[in-house]
């Protein structure tokens, strides 16, 4: 097994992760970066914030061009489908992973792809796969390993009917209708996307009015363009259970109502990516 001492290890290489690196490579330290992905960006670059919003951007430019009434005199509104505008997402991602590439590069902070899992409280292993080569010991350790969508153990995520907000940028084709649980930052912001490419959304939340963290009035226009788009928004509803077979998605409430749709996605909280790290170790 190989050794390298470093002043600080960062697990982690998303925004949290990065900035921790930098500042302390600025300030003289010597730092080295664990990232389990291929590529630099973590979570926000290759699943989050970046595709969503790039998404988002993309969807935004098909509206204005089907609402504008000069573009109108020249020929139909277009509609495009769901993969070819996660082709321009893709675009963007490319680009964030080269930027923030040379950002490691620059500052001279070492980079190991793989598992980062503690051996002690100054020591973390690099596991590729089930073996281990690579060992780093440092005086200090930043976790910033970010989350992942909460999994809800009666819902079957292997169904190709049924995504979160990971697995949804895999989605292959365009669905008619569209069932979204938890109207949150992530599910609204979906509702929009899908809504602007002609999907009719049924926007599912157990609370009483949409981002409950901002002010009333910011919560109530999201509410009324959403429904302007085609949105239907349902409040007060609780989760029950989830039916899919080759045709359809059902969603059970706990009311008893049920809401049937093409496709499914889970959109309804997030949990920290810590298991396997070794943490007992520390």
Same mark, same amino acid.
Not at 18 to 40: I, R, T
Not at 79 to 95: M, T, Y
Not at 256 to 276: I, M
């Given at each position: ?69 000069? /573009? ?37 902070? %070492?980079?190991? #792809?793989?598992?980062?899992? /503690? ?10 796969? %089930? ?11 930043? !976790? ?12 079957? /995520? ?15 084709? #365009?669905?008619? #209708?569209? !069932? ?23 926007? !599912? +939340? ?11 009035? !910011? ?16 409040? +007060?509803?609780?989760?029950? %259970? ?41």
């Amino acid at each position: 097994m190989t050794d390298y001492r470093y002043d600080v290890v960062v697990i982690g290489a998303g925004p949290a992760g990065e900035g921790a690196a930098m500042n302390a490579a600025k300030k003289g330290k010597k730092v080295a970066v664990v990232e389990d992905k291929n590529m630099v960006g973590g979570n926000c670059t290759h699943l989050g914030t970046i595709p969503s919003k790039a998404l988002r951007h993309a969807v935004k430019q098909i509206i204005q061009f089907n609402t504008n009434p000069m /573009f109108r005199e020249i020929g139909e509104p277009r509609w495009f489908s769901f993969p070819r505008v996660l082709k321009s997402a893709e675009k963007v991602i490319g680009k964030q992973v080269k930027l923030r590439t040379e950002f490691y590069g620059r500052n001279r902070i %070492s980079v190991y #792809t793989g598992k980062a899992r /503690f051996a002690d409280a100054n020591t973390i292993d690099v596991f590729h796969g %089930s073996q281990t080569n690579t060992r780093l010991h440092a005086k200090e350790i930043v !976790i910033a390993t970010g989350s992942s969508p909460w999994r809800p153990s009666n819902i079957d /995520f292997t169904h190709p009917r049924v995504y979160d907000s990971d697995t949804i940028l895999h989605l292959e084709h #365009t669905p008619r #209708t569209l !069932i979204i649980y938890g109207a949150g930052v992530i599910g609204c912001e979906y509702a929009s996307i899908f809504t602007g490419l002609g999907v009719k959304v049924d926007l !599912i +939340h157990p609370g009483d009015r949409l981002l409950n963290f901002l002010d009333d009035e !910011i919560s109530d226009a999201l509410s009324y363009h959403l429904r302007d788009k085609g949105a239907l928004i349902r409040h +007060h509803e609780q989760f029950d %259970s989830v039916e899919a077979n080759d045709k359809y998605v059902t969603m059970v409430m706990a009311s008893g109502k049920k809401v049937k749709a093409d496709a499914f996605l889970w959109a309804a909280g997030r949990s920290g990516n810590t298991s396997d790290l070794g943490l007992e170790n520390i």
